[in-house]
């Protein structure tokens, strides 16, 4: 071949790249369009087995023989207790076709790609709906209570997917031993942080003052705004703003609760973040759902939760990380539960009483630094 010839030859087409996750790797976090939930936070899911399934459209063979074989014939395993079923589509074609079904089986709209990149499935530079020239690689995965990957398990067209995930599932272990051992969740768990007078006085406050209801910060459309959902979040809040009062609880915080964070973290708390006295009654069905405490802009400084009873006379109302495992917490008057803002926690519904708590968040100045460059962002001084 002459050099002319050669330089008559075609370029070789760029060949397309992909996010690339095999077993240990952590699962992406995303916010997607599922079937009736717009904005559906997937970190939320954790604390259960989950299958998420990428089979670009629900017209692929493959993805119609894991919706005959895994999801009808053994709709009995996906029960949100163990193991839930999440598929996601890019097939425009799929709105309004997709349905899901409660308990266990759940369905993402990636039109835009943007959670198939995440997971290798769609290509890092994919822009186009599926039949338009993107190549999907079809492929499902099955993640861990703490939303680690356990098992990559590619779509065949033999459909082989089915008998290997299946035969999976079925060796899984209860969610709480799913590690071979049970895990406690990574908390401090402190006695004696309040005296009885110092929880009593506290609760007599809240009496006095009344609580108003409490909601939980979302971002939308660029701003941290509260919102209210009574099936999320149900609970009554009165702000302290007494100082004598205040200087109380600050020194109790710094002299028994900042030395076991620098202890246990090697992390020094300088900032304490709202002083409220927090009320979950059987009356309102007080209770809130899985969730984090540092996924807005407007509440990415925090880095510490605090949860310190004030009384016992309730039942429910109990404190659980359900990433690592069933265990609740309900420390005595008095104690305090101290965990990482990350972790996934929920309180469970009380249901006999009210529960009193004073709960705030802890940091430091470098996260004071977020906090200031993030406060254009608040739209409400509501926190969580």
């Known amino acids: 071949m002459s050099k002319q010839d050669k330089k008559k030859e075609a370029p070789k087409a760029a060949q397309s790249r992909y996010a690339r996750l095999t077993a240990g790797d952590p699962a992406p976090w995303f916010v997607g369009r599922e079937t009736i939930n717009p904005q559906y936070r997937f970190d939320t899911a954790g604390g259960r087995y989950i299958v998420l399934c990428f089979f670009g459209s629900s017209r692929n063979p493959m993805a119609q023989s894991l919706f005959k074989?895994?999801?009808?014939?053994?709709?009995?395993?996906f029960d949100d207790a163990k193991i839930s079923f999440f598929g996601v589509s890019v097939d425009t074609g799929d709105?309004?076709?997709?349905?899901?079904?409660?308990?266990?089986?759940?369905f993402f709209h990636?039109?835009?790609?943007?959670?198939?990149?995440?997971?290798?499935?769609?290509?890092?530079?994919?822009e186009k709906a599926p039949g338009e020239g993107v190549n999907i690689r079809c492929v499902a995965y099955v993640l861990d209570p703490t939303m680690r990957v356990m098992k990559v398990v590619p779509l065949t067209n033999d459909n082989r997917?089915?008998?290997?995930?299946?035969?999976?599932?079925?060796?899984?272990?209860?969610?709480?031993?799913?590690?071979?051992?049970?895990?406690?969740?990574?908390?401090?768990?402190?006695?004696?942080?309040?005296?009885?007078?110092?929880?009593?006085?506290?609760?007599?406050l809240y009496e006095k003052e009344g609580g108003v209801e409490s909601g939980f910060m979302r971002d939308v459309d660029?701003?941290?705004?509260?919102?209210?959902?009574?099936g999320r979040k149900s609970r009554r809040d009165t702000i302290i703003t007494e100082e004598r009062l205040l200087n109380e609880l600050n020194l109790r915080i710094h002299k028994r609760i900042v030395p076991e964070i620098k202890k246990v973290h090697q992390f020094d708390v300088s900032r304490i973040e709202r002083y409220i006295v927090a009320?979950?009654?059987?009356?309102?069905?007080?209770?809130?759902?899985?969730?984090?405490?540092?996924?807005?802009?407007?509440?990415?400084?925090?880095?510490f939760a605090v949860t310190i009873n004030l009384n016992s006379e309730f039942e429910g109302g109990e404190l659980s990380f359900p990433e690592y495992g069933s265990r609740s917490y309900k420390p005595p008057p008095g104690g305090a539960v101290v965990f990482s803002?990350?972790?996934?926690h929920a309180v469970s519904k009380v249901t006999k009483g009210k529960r009193y708590a004073f709960l705030p968040f802890l940091y430091d100045e470098a996260a004071r630094k977020v906090r200031e460059q993030n406060f254009k962002f608040l739209a409400s001084n509501t926190g969580e």
């Open 222 to 230: 660029g701003k941290t705004v509260e919102i209210r959902d009574y």
């Open 69 to 77: 074989d895994l999801l009808n014939k053994q709709r009995g395993m």
């Open 110 to 126: 990636d039109n835009d790609h943007a959670i198939s990149k995440l997971y290798g499935s769609s290509p890092l530079d994919a």
């Open 341 to 344: 803002c990350s972790l996934l």
């Open 95 to 106: 709105e309004g076709k997709l349905k899901e079904s409660i308990p266990g089986i759940r």
């Open 161 to 204: 997917h089915v008998d290997e995930l299946l035969a999976f599932l079925k060796a899984l272990p209860p969610v709480n031993l799913f590690s071979g051992i049970e895990l406690q969740a990574p908390v401090i768990y402190l006695p004696n942080v309040f005296e009885p007078e110092l929880c009593r006085e506290l609760i007599s």
């Open 279 to 303: 009320c979950y009654s059987a009356e309102e069905q007080g209770h809130f759902s899985a969730h984090r405490d540092d996924t807005t802009l407007g509440t990415a400084h925090r880095r």
